[in-house]
């Protein structure tokens, strides 16, 4: 959860694949790349087509490519590689130009393979004429597969689909079910093709999500306008937006007004209107006004950057579902494939009366069937579909693991300022006890916070509204966690909470009131407090009670706030428990004793604004940064980060959690429950290679479909 190194960055490197449309060879891709020698971790996702591999030497890195490569096309060689991270250049379509002669190709063979085969069944023709239509409709609609399983059997790569498909219609043919044969390898081929169709559907869905990627950038060089790409684009050069134009990357509004849409980014669909030294994101859309922006980020750093590489990278990061279908699917399909042989072969020896052949065909049912690409494929799409409709909602969640992790909350804990309260402060009141005005009270307390930039400090300075002489200020020390202490016009000052005027000895009065209370020390003797409002989000309230409508058990919140304003806020909210003034070690301590006195398996999810909360953040089961716009800090620390300041977001992010979740055991017990009735089925001689087709593509294709559900 913090942030990556830079050896970590400098050692990782991806491809992308054009053209993958196998998943259970997707898998032995991932596997046998993981095995090259100096490789850290290699995932591949299918869905995106994408291999990310971590290297242990980064000098070696380009050579392991260059041998992930060679693997890949040794398994897939119609697959075309992508040396290049940017996945707008692969190809999400069945085929590209290049490829399309081959592809009609394909299909007219494919057509004139079902006019034979219609053809041999229908019209009453010699026997020799239709085995002959029959060989070549086989050959016309098959030998791609055939041949490629051929090529992995000398490779020594057996127990793929291929094999399992061929080996199925040869046998049929071997036993004289040649109708069989060929209707099988037919309804494969239609399977295949609605299932690719499916996926590539799947793909398009995620590219439009990647659309927020800006193509160029406005530079202005001296007096004139060029067109640029945003990697170009340097930290204080001037960019110029037109009316309809994406903002190509980070900066500060220093010409002309408009309104943006910030959709792609927060979900939002409300504009937001901006002003000379606003700040202003990348993937918003200007909607009327000319706007001049000076850079502040270069593009890899940009916001837009940051969203896209968080949205294709979440699926290195696999669920536990995932992993499970993936040591599935290593070791089911070789163990029905040898329950095959041992179905065809060991009846006939003991059965009296048994023949071979009917054992045999109820073999290659077995095999048909067994091929788990339904649960390989369409469990991944979930994920993936969970976490790119999440992204639409402004949410980013940074893996299926996390993703999954959000269906389980049994505690949630936030953090007050910036979380459920706005963290915009005002001051509210000023009260002297002491010789001085509230005036003067007010003018020290500005001296003393004008060198942080504390929210709270902030408000101070701003109440003052006069112009601060910080030569007046000497001996300047900030206390963490408790005040600031400095020497102002020849007098010592102290100022802060309550525990900084105890530590030195100093009777405070105790204020009981809905603020932070700041209490003013000088010379050693008490002379007020100012009074600090924050104002709570207007959907904070209703997160509370909708959370524990999903059944959250335990809301905690945690703040560094006095234990005044902290109880007040959190009745008022409706939280569980709550802790006030603390210091930042000490809510990580706060936390884990919450962790270890949890009485049930459920995640503890910690929310807060991911600058001052990176330590929590990360001990957390799941942290999730509140306001994470354009907030590096929070991208960093965070395993999901909401987009817009609502803390209503996280109910959405649960909801869609658990219904990703939902789905995926839909497709699950779907697949296993009829893999495992037509298994039987054929082992009894009751179920054809039909339901064995159906059993295979036709459930790949069902689960797949309903996996796309989740995008809605």
Known sequence: ??????????????????????????????????????????????????????????????????????????????????????????????????????????????????????????????????????????????????????????????????????????????????????????????????????????????????????????LMIGDELQRVSPEQVKIGDKIIVKPGEKIPLDGVVSEGSSTLDTSALTGESIFRKVDVGDTVLSGSINK??????????????????????????????????????????????????????????????VIEGASFSEWINRALVFLVVSCPCALVVSIPLSFFGGIGGASKSGILVKGGNFLEALTNPDTIVFDKTGTLTKGVFNVTSITSKSFISEDELLKFAALAESYSNHPIALSIVNAYKKEIDKSKVSNYKEIPGKGISAKIEEKSILIGNAKLLEKENIPCEEVDTYGTVVHLAIEGNYSGYIVISDEIKPDSKKAINELKKLGVKNIVMLTGDSKSAGKKIGNELGIDEIYAELLPYEKVEKLEKLDSSRATSGKLVFVGDGINDAPVLARADVGVAMGGLGSDAAIEAADVVLMTDEPSKLVTAIKLARKTRNIVWQNIIFAMTVKGIILLLGAGGIATMWEAVFGDVGVALIAIINAMRVYK
């Not at 020594?156 to 080996?167: A, T, Y």
């Not at 069989?180 to 081929?189: C, D, I, R, S, T």
Request: charged share 20%; with cysteine.
């Open 1 to 218: 959860m913090a942030a990556t190194s830079e050896k970590n960055i400098t050692s990782r490197k991806s491809i992308y694949f054009s053209g993958l449309h196998c998943a259970d060879c997707a898998l032995k891709i991932e596997n046998e790349v993981s095995r090259i020698n100096g490789v850290k971790s290699a995932t591949l996702d299918f869905v995106s087509q994408k291999l990310t591999i971590d290297a242990e030497d980064k000098n070696k890195l380009q050579d392991i490519m260059n041998k992930a490569a060679e693997i890949a096309l040794g398994i897939e060689p119609d697959i075309k590689i992508i040396d290049n991270v940017n996945p707008e250049n692969t190809n999400y379509g069945n085929a590209n130009d290049q490829d399309s002669k081959k592809v009609w190709i394909e299909r007219a063979a494919f057509g004139l393979g079902t006019i034979l085969f219609i053809v041999a069944i229908f019209i009453a023709l010699p026997f020799w004429i239709r085995l002959i239509f029959y060989i070549t409709s086989y050959l016309l609609m098959g030998s791609k597969v055939v041949i490629r399983a051929l090529k992995n059997m000398l490779k020594g790569r057996v127990f793929d689909e291929n094999f399992l498909m061929s080996i199925a219609t040869i046998g049929a043919f071997a036993i004289g079910e040649y109708p069989e044969g060929v209707a099988v390898m037919l309804f494969y081929q239609i399977g295949e093709f609605f299932q690719n169709t499916a996926v590539n559907r799947s793909r398009k869905s995620i590219a439009a999500l990647m659309d927020i990627r800006p193509d160029f950038a406005n």
């Open 288 to 349: 009327n006004g000319v706007l001049t922006i000076s850079v502040t980020k270069a593009f890899g750093e940009s916001t837009v950057s940051k969203i896209l590489d968080l949205v294709q990278n979440a699926s290195s990061k696999k669920a536990v579902s995932e992993n499970f279908i993936t040591k599935f699917a290593r070791y089911y399909t070789p163990f029905v494939v040898f329950a095959a042989v041992a179905l065809a072969v060991i009846p006939p020896m």
